[in-house]
């Protein structure tokens, strides 16, 4: 199998729909769906089981305590059945052809650069809109590392991520555990690894907007940012680095 779509979520059953509809109507269909379950208290296990009875897609379920998005993606990157490697959050859609897209990206690597490469990074669109998210990319395709996308290009925008997945076990999340409800760590950034995995690899940005990422409003993105850097900073205290 080529291709893992990795979905965290935690009481999102009613968001879950959108993604599923978009990964079914894929142009695409060499992928597997792993969704892991953060302890959701909602219906989520009842519904994603209907899915799998539909046998649309290929979908596993993995249930786990809550003990946050980092936790989750580390269970996922260990037992996905995929070379390479997509995020995308309960509320985001595909494109129809949005795997294809990437996948066709990463083909087009010359076979002999793919070992310096980690991932390819599509652009994504407002659902509500259908309007691109963020500035353009300078070239159709950019190929630099994440660091000089981020200080030297202003890639200040979402975007979708397609990685190898033996990079993302290079570079795992740590593995502190509790999660929001237990008073444990609940966010850790992405970013972190993506700076780390950038020390060694670059990136393919490309300017397909193909992942429908619903824009969180000001007050409330701004609100979570607070609540995430505290709590993030409090839990960095107890690392030994």
Known sequence: MLVTVFTPTYNRQKQ????????????FQDFEWLIVDDGSEDNTADVVKEWIEEEKINIRYHYQQNNGK???MNWAVANAK???????????VFRDDGIKIMVN???SI???????????????????????????IPHEHQ???YLDAKYKY??????VSMTRIDVLKEFP?????????NGGLRFYPEGIWQDLAARKYKTLFINDQICGYTLPSLKSSFSSFQNHALHFSKQLSYIAW
């Not at 070992?115 to 809109?129: G, L, M, Q, Y």
């Not at 202003?154 to 975007?159: A, H, I, L, T």
Request: aromatic share 6%; net charge negative; with cysteine.
């Open 105 to 107: 990206a990463w083909e």
């Open 70 to 72: 980092h936790i989750a």
């Open 110 to 136: 010359p076979d002999e650069q793919k070992e310096t490469i980690a991932s390819v990074k599509a652009r994504c669109f407002d659902p509500a809109t259908g309007k691109p998210v963020g500035r353009d």
């Open 143 to 145: 190929m630099c590392s």
């Open 16 to 27: 879950l729909k959108g993604l599923y509809d978009s990964l079914c109507s894929q142009t």
């Open 82 to 92: 995929g070379t390479l490697f997509v995020t995308m959050d309960s509320d985001d």
């Open 173 to 181: 999340n740590p593995d502190i555990r509790g999660g929001h409800k």
């Open 154 to 159: 202003k890639f200040d925008s979402e975007m």
